[in-house]
């Protein structure tokens, strides 16, 4: 029995958890052929559903996590996860808090998914007691830390006013930083406490305190969820399900001229070239390296995007070569540690034969134990000075001393001799020597040449840097930054290329575009997802709308839908919606909850209420079998009590 319930749940978890709305996999595009349906499409079989879960949630922790995670608990874990996103993504929060109550009996961990309900819930009084009660029974529990930081950041809206916080929004975000150091100490090897704490310095504008701890960060391997895969076939033979056209005419004929009632890849020589137009993309667009991120990868670069979002390209590489040790500055440090090295050597060696022969003034060698004099015959001399190395380092005579001869090179001249200028020489340096008699290197015949070929240069300042008080980026982190520099390189020369064209249409209404300008649908949806990723949605926006405009594009018209109803836009959302439901029906995608269309409609009921719009869509006029399609949407709302649905 135990075996046949935990199959039950794992396939609910499934289909609810795998949407076609993550961000890797089918990238919001259908699998022809899948035909999807409700998982739970009444109100009995979401109770068997949620009682089935209740009691396998214990072993949750089986089921594994999100890749962020590194271990799965009680609060995080795919079990956990699919029913806050069940009820979340509808706005049926007080249902999960009903779901959650007795298992926080149980265990005050969960105390951080049942606070989490009781805020999207507007129950804050509820959720502060949940907390206040679970740290008090466990302290050191992370979870509960960062339940506590992300209701802090909500309440402080930062972002809004981020140049000018108040004091009370600073007030809470240093509060928040204070809980997120603590989560960090409760779990250092987890990535979801560093980059919380990262999230709130910069909310509170350290900037540099956000790189140190983004650069922290624990990064893991990123394990691909176990999700369908279809590959891409070569022709294409499924049932044609009639649809009306947009425009509310007759259905349309099948692309198969030979009426079988099929979808076919038949195409006419000029749709065909049409078709592979359309779909052609310059390597550049291909070769940007953001189209890999995955895992915490691709969560540490959305935090670097908000950074640079706030203070600009230049401004980041300022407090980047603030924080971290620059390639230049490690390579003039390794140069002075090895002159460093070389100098104790030289000096050693030197101690070492002084303590073994002494100098006379005028330079003569004289052992302390003999005199010249004392020998009895030259061949007696002769043997005893073959016991001197010739090969050693040049004796120095004790009679000319000076600072520079003592401690060779100074660190400006080290710093020159790393940078490569050893055919430079410092003028003040140089004025020192002839007064000391030697040159920088002690030698008396180099201060001779000094003198009788002085060589004035400018005097050059000092390169001083903190090194001891920087930390080395990590290697993920510097190919972010690479990663950053292409996504905005492309975005800027988008940019300039659209105010070129802007400027041409303006003052030459009648020319088109240059054939350089144009581009294809599938390069206008990856400049939609670049200013998507940039977080400038409005161009987002219209790089989605020119690639549906050119070609009928189901990623394209989900993307402006989701944005739109992020935005708060009913007119726009619902046309997007329009265009999407036509084509998922068409692919027998029937399911009504969880979907991209289910959570963009319920998103819009919550903000605008069921009333406005339902009238909203109304005045649309869409196709009769279209309003007949969108208003499945709309009756589950009434029916599970969406949040908005009785205003």
């Known amino acids: 029995m135990n075996i046949w319930q935990e199959t039950y749940v794992s396939a609910i978890l499934r289909a609810i958890l795998d949407d076609n709305d993550e961000p890797d996999g089918n990238d919001g595009?259908?699998?022809?052929?899948?035909?999807?349906?409700?998982?739970?499409?009444?109100?009995?079989?979401?109770?068997?559903?949620?009682?089935?879960?209740?009691?396998?949630?214990?072993?949750?922790?089986?089921?594994?996590?999100?890749?962020?995670v590194q271990v799965a608990t009680f609060f995080s874990n795919h079990l956990t996860n699919g029913v806050m996103k069940y009820f979340r993504d509808a706005g049926r929060l007080h249902d999960s808090a009903k779901f959650f109550e007795p298992m926080y009996q149980i265990d005050p961990e969960v105390g951080a998914v049942l606070a989490t309900s009781?805020?999207?819930?507007?129950?804050?009084?509820?959720?502060?007691?949940?907390?206040?009660?679970?740290?008090?029974?466990?302290?050191?529990?992370y979870g509960l830390l960062l339940s506590q930081v992300d209701f802090l950041i909500n309440k402080a809206s930062w972002i809004q006013t981020f140049p000018t916080l108040t004091p009370a929004q600073k007030n809470k975000l240093d509060m928040a930083a204070h809980l997120a150091k603590l989560a960090?100490?409760?779990?250092?090897?987890?990535?979801?406490?560093?980059?919380?704490?990262?999230?709130?310095?910069?909310?509170?504008?350290?900037?540099?305190?956000?790189?140190?701890?983004l650069n922290s960060c624990p990064m893991f391997a990123y394990c691909e969820r176990d999700s369908h895969r279809m590959p891409p076939p070569a022709r294409t033979h499924l049932p044609l399900r009639t649809d009306a056209s947009d425009d509310g005419g007759e259905p349309r004929k099948s692309d198969d001229s030979t009426g079988s009632g099929t979808t076919a890849d038949v195409l006419n020589p000029a749709e065909a070239a049409l078709a592979q137009r359309e779909s052609q993309i310059h390597p550049e667009l291909?070769?940007?390296?953001?189209?890999?991120?995955?895992?915490?990868?691709?969560?540490?670069?959305?935090?670097?995007?908000?950074?640079?979002?706030?203070?600009?390209?230049?401004?980041?590489?300022?407090?980047?070569?603030?924080?971290?040790?620059?390639?230049?500055?490690?390579?003039?440090?390794?140069?002075?540690?090895?002159?460093?090295?070389?100098?104790?050597?030289?000096?050693?060696?030197?101690?070492a034969n002084a303590a073994k022969y002494d100098f006379n003034a005028s330079g003569e060698i004289s052992s302390p134990s003999k005199s010249a004099t004392s020998y009895r015959d030259e061949a007696e001399m002769v043997e005893t000075f073959e016991t001197v190395d010739l090969n050693s380092q040049p004796l120095k005579s004790p009679s000319i001393k000076s600072p520079t001869s003592a401690r060779g090179l100074d660190i400006d001249g080290m710093m020159r001799r790393a940078s490569n200028y050893n055919n430079e020489a410092d003028w003040d340096e140089d004025s020192a020597s002839v007064r000391s008699g030697t040159d920088r290197m002690g030698s008396v015949e180099g201060s001779r040449r000094m003198t009788a070929t002085p060589n004035p240069r400018p005097?050059?300042?000092?390169?001083?840097?903190?090194?001891?008080?920087?930390?080395?980026?990590?290697?993920?982190?510097?190919n972010l930054f690479m990663v950053l520099f292409s996504d905005l390189r492309?975005?800027?020369?988008?940019?300039?290329?659209?105010?070129?064209?802007?400027?041409?249409?303006?003052?030459?209404?009648?020319?088109?575009?240059?054939?350089?300008?144009?581009?294809?649908?599938?390069?206008?949806?990856?400049?939609?997802?670049?200013?998507?990723?940039?977080?400038?949605?409005?161009?987002?926006?219209?790089?989605?709308?020119?690639?549906?405009e050119q070609k009928f594009s189901i990623k394209a018209w989900l993307k402006i839908m989701i944005l739109e109803s992020n935005h708060g836009n009913t007119r726009e959302?619902?046309?997007?919606?329009?265009?999407?439901i036509t084509m998922l029906d068409k692919s027998y995608i029937d399911n009504t909850y969880p979907s991209p269309i289910a959570k963009a409609i319920f998103k819009l009921i919550g903000r605008h209420g069921y009333q406005k719009v339902h009238n909203g869509?109304?005045?649309?006029?869409?196709?009769?079998?279209?309003?007949?399609?969108?208003?499945?949407?709309?009756?589950?709302?009434?029916?599970?009590?969406?949040f908005g649905h009785d205003m």
Not at 119 to 141: I, M, Q, T
Not at 459 to 478: H, I, M, T
Not at 617 to 630: D, G, Q, S
């Open 184 to 213: 960090v100490v409760a779990a250092p090897s987890e990535y979801a406490t560093w980059a919380k704490l990262t999230e709130v310095f910069i909310g509170l504008g350290d900037f540099e305190s956000a790189l140190l701890a």
């Open 459 to 478: 005097k050059r300042n000092p390169v001083n840097f903190a090194f001891r008080n920087k930390r080395l980026c990590e290697k993920w982190l510097d």
């Open 573 to 580: 959302a619902l046309n997007a919606v329009n265009k999407v």
């Open 118 to 141: 009781y805020f999207g819930n507007d129950d804050e009084v509820k959720g502060v007691r949940v907390l206040y009660e679970s740290l008090r029974k466990n302290p050191s529990s």
């Open 286 to 351: 291909l070769r940007l390296p953001a189209h890999s991120l995955r895992g915490t990868f691709a969560r540490a670069y959305a935090l670097l995007i908000r950074i640079v979002r706030v203070t600009g390209w230049d401004e980041l590489l300022k407090f980047r070569s603030r924080v971290f040790v620059m390639e230049e500055e490690y390579r003039i440090h390794r140069a002075i540690a090895e002159q460093e090295k070389k100098e104790r050597a030289i000096a050693a060696s030197t101690a």
């Open 490 to 548: 492309l975005y800027t020369a988008w940019k300039q290329m659209n105010v070129n064209l802007q400027e041409m249409v303006q003052y030459n209404p009648g020319n088109r575009p240059p054939f350089a300008m144009r581009k294809s649908s599938a390069e206008w949806e990856i400049y939609g997802d670049l200013a998507e990723r940039l977080l400038h949605e409005d161009d987002a926006k219209v790089a989605y709308r020119m690639a549906a």
């Open 29 to 68: 595009n259908p699998i022809l052929g899948l035909r999807k349906m409700d998982p739970l499409d009444s109100k009995s079989a979401e109770k068997r559903f949620l009682e089935a879960a209740a009691s396998e949630f214990w072993k949750g922790w089986q089921l594994g996590t999100i890749p962020e």
């Open 617 to 642: 869509l109304i005045a649309l006029n869409v196709p009769p079998r279209n309003f007949k399609l969108i208003m499945r949407f709309f009756e589950y709302a009434q029916f599970f009590g969406v």
